[in-house]
Nanobody, 120 residues
């Protein structure tokens, strides 16, 4: 099963910083966008940040001004998280979106998730 590879995560104190990294498999020829989502306490998966192939960045309202998403290339991204709060505690999932071999639409691959815990 094809997955993205996630790294980073762990325990950090409130106000601290952390970096999450994600790499999409090389066999995916073209990536439309990559991003990070997190699982909320209501079991919803919400957008944290995403970056499109053209460079456009999108952030969830709760992380604007604190988190920054960047990329090394189309297949590798990094999420710089600063000013972390206890409510940022969640399992973070990386996602890569890419076009199907034929036809319209898009496909997605996900990582297994990495836990970020913000606590003193």
């Amino acid at each position: 099963q094809v997955q993205v590879a996630e790294s980073g995560g762990g325990l950090v104190q409130p106000g601290g910083s952390l970096i999450l990294s994600c790499a999409a498999p090389g066999e995916i020829f073209k990536i439309n966008a990559m991003g990070w989502y997190r699982q909320t306490s209501e079991n919803q998966r919400e957008l944290v940040a995403a970056i499109h192939s053209g460079g456009k960045r999108i952030y969830g309202d709760s992380v604007k001004g604190r988190f920054t998403i960047n990329r090394d290339n189309d297949h590798t991204i990094h999420l710089q998280m600063t000013g972390l709060k206890p409510e940022d505690t969640a399992v973070y999932y990386c996602n890569a979106e890419f076009p199907p071999p034929v036809g319209p639409g898009y496909l997605e691959v996900w990582g297994q998730g990495t836990l970020v815990t913000v606590s003193s």
